[in-house]
């Protein structure tokens, strides 16, 4: 049993290739792309189906809910006013920028997630050709991957102080092969890595023409990948 086994063994390790390289892998490119977002400001309006339960569930709990004390209740009613009360202002959901569908503004959309986008030349689009594309870099020798997209956000933005990269591993990749409408590029493969703004409201971007979209508006961008980014970008 065990010489058949050895036997079986070495013709399986003599039949087996080893992983390598294909002809057309070796000039094959990897673009490193950064979807870069801007989180909710506000809190978004309720589902009209999920305020209609929490109201319920509210009067459900009303009915048995325990009453406090009287004497708890007249030491809260007596509590005097101090300067640290402050009157609160809710800030308005609509906006100037929303008004003008100013799309260069971080202030619109505030109960929505926003992502940058460029106009410009991308990798694999055809040459003298301006497209709309993420902040994107092609990986040269860079130590990681991740490094690579760091560069190519700061290219855009200048300072990094104000943004956070979400872990380390790529959201999701879309491979491009070889086709005739652009015969000058090799095949390539774009990964996808997602970035936040963190602590401001502004963003010096370099680039003349951008726009800070949100996912609906993002999809009419990229008709083609469409179907991708819907599963990609879960929010």
């Known amino acids: 049993m ?56 509210f009067r459900w709990r009303q009915q048995f809910r325990c009453a406090y004390p009287e004497e708890f209740l007249k030491k809260s009613d007596a509590r005097g006013k101090g300067e640290y009360q402050i009157d609160f202002v809710p800030a308005p959901r609509i906006t100037e920028a929303d008004k003008t569908n100013d799309k260069r503004s971080l202030q619109r959309a505030l109960d929505r997630r926003l992502y940058l986008l460029l106009y410009g030349d991308a990798y694999g689009s055809p040459k003298g050709q301006p497209v709309w594309h993420f902040p994107e870099k092609v990986y040269k020798s ?41 015969k000058d590029v090799d095949a390539f493969k774009r990964f996808f890595f997602k970035s936040q703004v963190i602590a401001t409201n502004k963003v010096n971007i370099k680039c003349k023409d951008f726009v800070w979209v949100t996912k609906d508006e993002l999809l009419e961008y990229f008709p083609e990948h469409s179907e991708y980014l819907t599963k990609m970008i879960i929010s």
């Open 2 to 57: 065990q010489r058949s086994c050895r036997s079986f063994s070495r013709f399986v390790i003599s039949n087996r290739g080893f992983c390598s390289s294909t002809k057309g892998a070796d000039n094959e490119k990897i673009v490193a792309s950064v979807l870069f977002e801007r989180l909710p400001v506000v809190i978004p309006k309720i589902d009209p189906i999920v305020y209609t339960f929490q109201e319920f569930s």
């Open 142 to 182: 860079e130590e990681t991957l991740r490094k690579c997209a760091e560069s190519a956000l700061e290219s855009v933005i200048g300072d990094q102080t104000h943004t956070y990269f979400v872990g380390n591993a790529p959201m999701g990749h879309i491979a491009t092969p070889l086709t005739d409408k652009n």
